[in-house]
């Protein structure tokens, strides 16, 4: 096993880490919220906690701008994914204890934690090798793995194993063994850095503001973050609580749904990416926006599961063109700065949209979803300009090459 782990390509070892990782995050967050609950948390306490965890990832994700830099960050998320084992190791104690406000303090670090690593995985991939492929396959191995979480929850919970129901605690502590998973296959990566010119936060700032088509992806970050979250964020809440499904079901559910979405992301990504990019757009997000307005006014349970099945379904496809090429095109030394600010950006808006769905929660699912269509007509107008600027940008640079 060492020896063939040995052989591949570095990029590949990261994504192996990022698999591990991922299955320990699905495993975890699929729970996360119905664990919480279970220690005597209130839904809207619960949504205000994950919001409030959005904002202290945010001065955690300046903090790491300023100190960390690509020779440092896989160091970097060697460090996170120990202290996040540990911190979860002390979350697992405190179950049914009731102590509350500790509860909230340690799932503020983990949130923390676990943007830290998530932003720091790709800029560790481009120091290796950079494509628009590249970072699809990095995205689809995140959800698969995840789902793979979902799946091994969804196994195991309700089932007795060696005298022992395994509970949602025990979801976290399994969880917990693939962090390890995760740090043990960090710390066996080889990794040798030839590039990388200083670029202080002054000079990545400039460049950010200066530069028209990354200042309007944060845009489209922003709102899609908010549209997300507002409507699924809650997800797990939203199905075992309003639409009925007991948490096994919910489990079940999403794992189908995810794993699905997985494999069409896959599909897609090799056979059905439309040429026109416009397209694309509509196929991604068009149709999200139609089911969630007819869930809205049908204001039928029925209606709002189809949505945020289709929501789902979607969410893995199209990487390549809505996210890879904005990514992709921002050099090398300003790829962790970079990197920090969309994640501040989708940080922002995650806690926006959480707030939101905890503040609209008690009035049902219609009206979630339909709150994240109106957000999502600012999303996908980002979009689509995004893709004129693209465009226009890629006829400039052929038009130079000419003369």
């Not at 789902?147 to 399994?174: P, T």
Request: proline letters at 2%.
């Amino acid at each position: 096993m060492g020896e063939k782990f040995a052989k591949l390509k570095e990029e590949n070892k990261v994504l192996v880490m990022l698999a591990f990782f991922s299955i320990s995050i699905g495993l975890w967050t699929n729970f996360k919220q119905l664990w919480l609950q279970d220690n005597h948390l209130e839904v809207e306490k619960i949504s205000q906690i994950l919001s409030i965890s959005g904002l202290f990832c945010v001065i955690a994700l300046i903090v790491f701008a300023k100190k960390v830099s690509l020779k440092n960050i896989q160091k970097v998320i060697t460090i996170a994914l120990l202290i996040k084992a540990i911190n979860l190791s002390l979350l697992a104690l405190l179950n049914h204890t009731q102590n509350q406000k500790i509860i909230e303090i340690v799932i503020i670090l983990d949130a923390v934690l676990e943007n830290l690593i998530v932003i720091s995985i790709y800029p560790l991939i481009v120091t290796i090798k950079k494509e628009n492929k590249l970072y699809s396959k990095r995205k689809l191995v995140e959800y698969l793995f995840k789902d793979i979480g979902i799946l091994i929850g969804g196994i195991l919970i309700g089932k007795a194993i060696l005298g022992l129901v395994v509970d949602y605690n025990i979801c976290l502590m399994i969880s917990i063994v693939f962090l390890v998973l995760a740090f043990i296959t960090i710390c066996n990566i080889k990794r040798t850095i030839t590039i990388e010119k200083p670029t202080s936060m002054k000079d990545s700032l400039k460049y950010a503001v200066k530069d028209k088509i990354q200042r309007n992806y944060y845009g489209y970050i922003l709102f899609s973050e908010i549209a997300m979250n507002t409507g699924l964020g809650l997800k797990m809440l939203m199905l075992t609580n309003q639409i009925g499904f007991s948490d096994a079901e919910a489990t079940n559910y999403l794992l189908m749904i995810g794993l699905l979405a997985d494999a069409i992301g896959i599909f897609i990504l090799k056979y059905l990416t439309p040429k026109n990019d416009y397209l694309t757009i509509t196929l991604k997000f068009g149709i999200r926006f139609w089911f969630y307005g007819v869930a809205f006014f049908s204001n039928n349970l029925t209606s709002c599961l189809i949505a945020m099945s289709w929501s789902i379904l979607i969410s893995t496809a199209y990487e390549n063109v809505v996210d890879a090429p904005y990514v992709n095109r921002i050099p090398n030394e300003y790829q962790i700065l970079f990197t920090n600010y969309r994640y501040i950006v989708k940080t922002i808006g995650t806690s926006i949209g959480l707030y939101f769905a905890g503040k609209v929660y008690p009035l049902g699912i219609p009206c979630m979803l339909g709150l994240s269509a109106f957000i999502m007509i600012f999303q996908i107008s980002f979009a689509y300009y995004l893709v004129y600027l693209r465009k226009k940008e890629e006829v400039n640079e052929s038009q130079l090459q000419k003369s």
